[in-house]
């Protein structure tokens, strides 16, 4: 599942008239990425929930069969955030572990890994966490030895979760349908112990502010020149 949804209210203007999955870095919308990576592993059916300028991401993506994949959209009236529009998929999604990755993040994750990744007996979800960048340098979570996600404790720098992960459909069994944010699933998760995680050290960047679009466009189209 790809999450696209959302307004993307902090990179204004620009998404006044372009929805920020199809903002484009070195001339190819962030959401193309995801979409050749996800073909690229094996993987052959997507969804998409869509809302904000939706008929946009609809009509540049359409079915999905020039990558090869099959898409399904999920509309949203008004965004539900990252577990509303989740939830509010599942039906589409099926009864097995599912990749979620977040529409607005540049990643160069190997997707083929979390194709193959099997949810550990504990686990209800399996986050990919990265370092953290220069606007969030303390981080949002710790893993230990045993790869549990934990709180980070006021002394110690954590992890920043990259927007992509790999969730069973049990882990929002219990949530009510409706607009809800991923945090306080996590949370709970974190409490029952059964939020696992990895750190991962390629390339990725948060594309959250027409700032970030720009440095991130020219840093990639001089690695497309060389």
């Given at each position: 599942?790809?999450?696209?949804?959302?307004?993307?209210?902090?990179?204004?203007?620009?998404?006044?008239?372009t929805?920020?999955?199809?903002?484009?870095?070195?001339?190819?919308p962030?959401?193309?990425?995801?979409?050749?990576?996800?073909?690229?592993?094996?993987?052959?059916?997507?969804?998409?929930?869509?809302?904000?300028?939706?008929?946009?991401?609809?009509?540049?993506?359409?079915?999905?069969?020039?990558?090869?994949?099959?898409?399904?959209?999920?509309?949203?009236?008004?965004?539900l955030?990252?577990?509303?529009g989740?939830q509010?998929?599942l039906?589409?999604?099926?009864?097995?572990?599912?990749?979620?990755?977040?529409?607005?993040?540049w990643?160069?994750?190997?997707?083929?890994?979390?194709?193959?990744?099997?949810?550990?007996?504990?686990?209800?979800?399996h986050?990919?966490m990265v370092?953290?960048?220069?606007?969030?340098?303390?981080?949002?979570?710790?893993?230990?030895?045993?790869?549990?996600?934990?709180?980070?404790?006021?002394?110690?720098?954590?992890?920043?979760?990259?927007g992509?992960?790999?969730?069973?459909?049990?882990?929002?069994?219990?949530?009510?349908?409706?607009?809800?944010?991923?945090?306080?699933?996590?949370?709970?998760?974190?409490?029952e112990?059964?939020?696992?995680?990895?750190?991962f050290r390629?390339?990725?960047?948060?594309?959250?502010?027409?700032?970030?679009?720009?440095?991130?466009?020219?840093?990639?189209s001089?690695?497309?020149?060389?």
């Amino acid at each position: 599942m790809i999450l696209a949804a959302g307004f993307g209210e902090r990179m204004l203007p620009l998404t006044g008239h372009t929805p920020k999955p199809l903002l484009q870095v070195a001339g190819t919308p962030l959401i193309e990425y995801h979409l050749r990576g996800l073909a690229g592993a094996g993987f052959a059916q997507v969804v998409i929930n869509i809302s904000h300028l939706g008929r946009q991401i609809e009509a540049y993506c359409g079915d999905g069969s020039r990558w090869g994949l099959e898409i399904t959209y999920s509309p949203e009236e008004q965004p539900l955030e990252t577990a509303g529009g989740i939830q509010r998929a599942l039906p589409v999604l099926g009864a097995q572990p599912f990749l979620v990755v977040n529409g607005d993040v540049w990643i160069d994750y190997p997707f083929q890994r979390l194709g193959r990744w099997q949810l550990k007996p504990w686990e209800t979800a399996h986050l990919v966490m990265v370092d953290n960048p220069p606007q969030h340098p303390l981080g949002d979570f710790c893993l230990d030895a045993e790869g549990r996600v934990t709180y980070r404790p006021a002394e110690r720098v954590g992890y920043t979760y990259a927007g992509l992960g790999v969730f069973a459909p049990a882990f929002f069994a219990h949530m009510e349908p409706g607009k809800l944010a991923l945090r306080p699933l996590l949370d709970a998760a974190i409490a029952e112990g059964c939020l696992g995680g990895e750190h991962f050290r390629g390339d990725w960047e948060d594309v959250g502010t027409p700032q970030r679009l720009t440095e991130l466009d020219a840093r990639i189209s001089a690695a497309d020149r060389r």
